[in-house]
């Protein structure tokens, strides 16, 4: 069983940028397809973006496309998720997710993936 740890978050202006980074131990990670969500105050938990086992593809929600770029270091089992152009809009906790039947096509769907992070908290100021 995997376990999912993020870090990277933080309190950043408009328009610029941070990088989030999620750990998994317990589990080789190249086994999972891998995403990013995110849950802000009062809203449900909506899907960020998400890569397939080997890294080769990657899927975006459309208010993020363009400006957060998803990617993985199967040596490091890591994943990573790059966020330009913040907006406030972008504010939120923001959970790493893993699932091992899932595709990273089909990680936004329903049902959620298997197995989540603790999140962390990304505050965007304007």
């Known amino acids: 069983q995997v376990q999912l740890v993020e870090s990277g978050g933080g309190l950043v202006q408009a328009g610029g940028s941070l990088r989030l980074s999620c750990a998994a131990s317990g589990g080789t990670s190249s086994r999972y397809a891998m995403g990013w969500f995110r849950q802000a105050p009062g809203k449900e938990r909506e899907f960020v973006a998400a890569i397939s086992r080997a890294g080769g593809s990657t899927y975006y929600t459309d208010s993020v496309k363009g400006r957060f770029t998803i990617s993985r270091d199967n040596a490091k089992n890591t994943v990573y998720l790059q966020m330009n152009s913040l907006k406030p809009e972008d504010t939120a906790v923001y959970y790493c997710?893993?699932?091992?039947?899932?595709?990273?096509?089909?990680?936004?769907?329903?049902?959620?993936?298997?197995?989540w992070g603790q999140g962390t908290q990304v505050t965007v100021s304007s």
């Open positions: 997710a893993a699932d091992r039947i899932k595709t990273g096509q089909t990680m936004g769907a329903p049902p959620a993936p298997n197995y």
